[in-house]
């Protein structure tokens, strides 16, 4: 079992940044892939980015590639996802999901039904 815990949601301006945590609890945090997901009103959840149980090996949507940086601290059993030139249609909840990840294939990492373990969200509005 595995519980998430999102913080670091606010308000920001457009063009600005802000650095979202995942806080997990759990003996076997470090086993798990890690993936990033938000959800704009109206909107299905979409997928943002993932990292590996190990660390080693991360992916992004497109539409954040070059601006959002995923990493974990397995001591604190936390991840983090860096947002930087944020755009107002980046309004959304944000989401941390967890699957296992040790000993497997790093594939689908963008599917939201492949995830066992979501946290509450945490709100994140980036005003124009």
């Known amino acids: 079992q595995v519980q998430l815990v999102e913080s670091g949601g606010g308000l920001v301006q457009a063009g600005g940044s802000r650095r979202l945590s995942c806080a997990a609890s759990g003996r076997t945090f470090s086993s798990y892939n890690i993936g990033w997901f938000r959800q704009a009103p109206g909107k299905e959840r979409e997928f943002v980015g993932a990292?590996?149980?190990?660390?080693?090996?991360?992916s992004y949507a497109d539409s954040v590639k070059g601006r959002f940086t995923i990493s974990r601290d397995q001591a604190k059993n936390t991840v983090y996802l860096q947002m930087n030139s944020l755009e107002p249609e980046e309004t959304a909840v944000y989401y941390c999901?967890?699957?296992?990840?040790?000993?497997?294939?790093?594939?689908?990492?963008?599917?939201?039904?492949?995830?066992?373990?979501w946290g509450q969200g945490t709100q994140v509005t980036v005003s124009s």
């Open positions: 999901a967890a699957r296992y990840g040790r000993g497997r294939n790093w594939e689908n990492e963008q599917t939201i039904t492949e995830y066992d373990y």
């Open positions: 990292i590996s149980w190990s660390g080693g090996a991360t």
